[in-house]
């Protein structure tokens, strides 16, 4: 699930007012994140990942570079395509990696979640 960027820019205020109404709101956050910070109003467990910071950053710059890139619309299209291609990837190796973490399904499984 991508938890990062504006999925997770869309969701910071709904997961603020839960917590504010007195929900137990648990973020599972991977140690490395682009805007997933810690709060007053949720519980944050984090989690290592497929992925180094560097890496998150490096790929981020990239895909904003190519997306003000000039050029033909062809070619433009064809490297955003590949951007996207390759952080879908990120995001199916991501959540593979996280269901086969022993610890995050254990948390899980007790938390009754």
Known sequence: VPTDGSHWLSMREVVDVMGQKGHEVVVMAPEVTLYINPSKNFVMKVYSGPITQEETERDFKEFLDTSFEEGYFLERFL?????????????????????????IMNYLEESKF
């Open 79 to 103: 490297k955003l395509y590949q951007h996207i291609k390759r952080l879908g990837n990120l995001s199916v190796s991501s959540c593979e990696h996280h269901l086969q973490n022993r610890e």
